[in-house]
């Protein structure tokens, strides 16, 4: 398709952003471009050069953004409220209509200092970029709603950092994202009390993001489809054996998709308690508590909602999350099971089985799935796993395991693997290793698909 710019953001006005420059680097080394992501927004056919003039000296896209904006927010982080957050070592550099004909944004991690830096030096170690794709392309695979990776670029400084080796390569990253609006954007407007620029803000969402003109009760209807996508996206987390790690209210977009990906794992275990960040002591946002914290994020937009709502209609919106989650983490299940939901009560009768026997039995989760795919559960579970197995003769395979990934491994990304991709970059700067883990991802992709 042909590249379609849009400047929507414009549409709020200065007091929802700041404009700003990045950084100049020392270097600018491609080391990874989406060319998939770019296909579907009219940029793949960017040569190498053009490409890092972009998306490594920033320079604008025809028809786009001509400067970057910082955007402004606030945001719960570990549920202690922070007024002084923002985009501190990013921006939004450009918009546009992708393939969908949905307005998607172009914003960048490790791009500089802004306003909102305070401390930081705004930049990206190379390590977190990497991670980044391995993250973002895993989700994709595994049908749960991210962000995607589009660029990543090796910019020559040296950074210190108090929690690795140190001094570490730097990088500046672009993701692909639907939307950039964060539950955090609601927030900063409620404690300031700026109710005319919360309804802009809530006709901006609703037009822009789910084709709809604002009205009366546009504020209910947003804070509905927010939950909507927002337990989605919990359900599919579960599904995909992922935790997030660091879910504040200003990670959470009012798209639904996950992005900003810092300590993330994907669980080896059904293991609720199971944590991905080393600081989160209390377990906040361990795997099993990833739809109570979506949840509980849902409920801040709520109340910066009551700006300019009832507090009645709110209430109510806030019920389908619990509806919506409930049938959304059978479908994901079912989902990556391979067999097709009946729409039925069983549905959450075989969830509940399903949950109990991964937990009981500590099976490891991507092989467990590798090898049920379809529905036909190996001989080797035992009986622990009989009651799933009952419940799986009345499900319909969605997908045959005809395709040439059903006959190797299970592809997965636990944290050894993800630490041994990093060692070869860092070590040999071999990235052999990571491009070969991104064509080994988008092949089990197109399996499950």
């Known amino acids: 398709m042909d590249f379609t710019p849009q400047q929507a953001i414009l549409e709020l006005g200065d007091a929802f952003y700041d404009r700003v420059a990045a950084a100049r680097f020392p270097q600018t080394i491609l080391r990874f471009r989406n060319d998939r992501a770019a296909a579907e927004v009219g940029l793949d056919g960017l040569s190498d050069e053009q490409w890092v003039a972009h998306f490594g000296r920033f320079e604008p896209l025809a028809g786009s953004l001509k400067t970057p904006l910082a955007l402004r927010y606030h945001g719960h982080q570990f549920r202690v409220y922070n007024p002084e957050i923002g985009d501190g070592r990013g921006f939004l550099f450009a918009q546009m209509t992708d393939s969908h004909d949905r307005l998607m944004d172009l914003g960048t991690k490790g791009s500089g200092q802004t306003p909102y830096s305070r401390f930081g030096d705004g930049r990206l170690t190379l390590k977190g970029g990497v991670r980044e794709i391995l993250a973002t392309e895993m989700l994709e695979a595994l049908n749960v709603p991210t962000s995607r ?23 500046v990253l672009v993701r692909l994202n639907h939307g950039h609006i964060r539950i955090g954007t609601f927030q900063r ?26 009205g009366e009760d546009g504020p209910a209807r947003l804070l509905a489809h927010v939950c909507t996508r927002t337990a989605t996206l919990a359900a599919r987390f579960m599904a995909a054996g992922f935790v997030h790690g660091v879910l504040n209210s200003d990670n959470i977009n009012v798209t639904g998709e996950s992005f900003d990906y810092g300590p993330w794992r994907f669980a080896p275990f059904w293991e609720p308690g199971f944590t991905a960040a080393y600081f989160d002591h209390a377990g906040l946002y361990a795997f099993g508590r990833q739809p109570e914290a979506i949840y509980w994020d849902a409920m801040q937009l709520a109340i910066s909602l009551r700006l300019i709502a009832d507090e009645e209609a709110l209430i109510e919106a806030m019920e389908v999350f619990p509806e919506t989650y409930q049938r959304e983490v059978s479908n994901a299940l079912l989902w990556r099971l391979g067999v097709t939901p009946r729409g039925t009560e069983a549905d959450g009768i075989l969830t509940r089985v399903l949950e109990k026997a991964l937990a009981e039995t500590l099976t490891p989760l991507d092989e467990f799935f590798f090898d049920a795919f379809g529905g036909d559960l190996p001989v080797h579970y035992g009986e622990a796993f009989d009651d799933l197995r009952g419940q799986l003769e009345f499900y319909q395979p969605r997908k045959n395991r005809d395709h040439a990934y059903w006959s190797g491994t299970p592809c997965s990304m636990l944290i050894d693997e993800v630490e041994t991709i990093w060692a070869a970059i860092a070590e040999s700067d071999d990235w052999g290793p990571l491009y070969a883990k991104v064509a080994a991802i988008r092949h089990m992709a197109e399996a499950l698909a």
């Open 189 to 214: 407007l409620a404690h300031f009390r700026e109710a005319e620029a919360m309804e802009r803000l809530v006709a901006y969402v609703l037009r822009h993001y789910y084709g709809e003109e604002p």
């Open 149 to 171: 990776t589009f660029s990543l670029i090796e910019t020559g400084e040296e950074l210190h950092r108090g929690d690795e080796p140190s001094p570490t390569r730097s990088s």
